[in-house]
DNA sequence: TTGACATATGAACATATGTTCATATAATCA
DNA sequence: TGATTATATGAACATATGTTCATATGTCAA
């Protein structure tokens, strides 16, 4: 998978589009704009990302990692309110990233999608990497 | 790699720990606590979610998945006021998410690390695989 | 039923965040 | 030089967001 190198041959043309204020290079434009992703799926995208870009949350998500929690143990390993990280794991269950398992007056959670997990030690990567 | 499956036996023990409020399971905790991402890993982890946890930059990225772009072109694509373009990219740039090259008065932008287009696909796994 | 417990949730508050508008910088061209 | 262009940035504003506090729901024990 080698990055995708486009053509960056266009000359700074005079352009002609009516609506654009200016553009460096339409060619490419018209190229690109229809495989840009849909407006939908960006906002969705970018609502999992939301999720994901709160420390409580990664906390969770780091803890759970490890295998299911109860919320009061959750709780402990985060060093929150239980209310704040009831909160939080609400959040977490609409996006389908945790999933609740019930036993009396316990709820367990589990990760619900281990793409999370995944996501988690990319971007442990990526921050680990800038550390020169 | 398969899921990491942590012992769930422990019964309901009467804690007696001086901090915590209550705990359900004290030895798994225990166990578990250590293993945790340390603070400044969490906050610097969540800081990079929290950009990609925008529309706007979310866009930019995929755009920029498509090659290198002026900040006039990225505007167009992204549909977005060149300020608030320059904005989101100098974030994306103090993350090292993306790069600039100078030429004249032009600013070409670049994906920086190419773990961000992994990040996006798979983000966009987990959203399209909830659509049942 | 009564009380204690585990979790959930609504409202409110303080903080964070993205865009807009105005302006600055810096390069190109007449 | 002076005008125009491409990008950058500061301040301000409106909106979004996470936690706290109070309270609700549902479970278990006595």
Redo the contacts between chains.
């Keep these: 998978m080698s ?4 053509p ?1 041959l266009a000359v700074h043309s005079t352009d002609a589009s009516p609506d ?6 339409p060619a ?2 018209a190229l ?2 229809p ?3 849909d407006a939908a ?15 409580t ?3 969770l998500l ?2 759970l ?6 919320v ?2 959750l ?3 985060v060093g929150t309110t239980e209310s704040a990280i009831s909160h939080q794991l609400r959040l977490l269950r609409a996006a ?1 990233l945790v999933r609740v398992r019930r036993v009396g007056r ?1 709820a367990y959670y589990t990760l619900d ?4 997990i ?3 030690h ?9 550390r020169s």
């Design positions: 990055t995708a190198a486009d960056l654009a204020a200016h553009q460096h290079d490419a434009l690109i704009k495989r840009l992703l799926l960006i906002e969705s995208v970018s609502d999992v990302f939301k999720l994901l870009g709160d420390p949350r990664v906390r780091d803890a990692s490890h295998g299911e929690r109860c009061c143990d709780a402990v390993l389908r316990m999608d281990h793409h999370v995944g996501l988690l990319d971007t442990r990567k990526h921050v680990e990497e800038g």
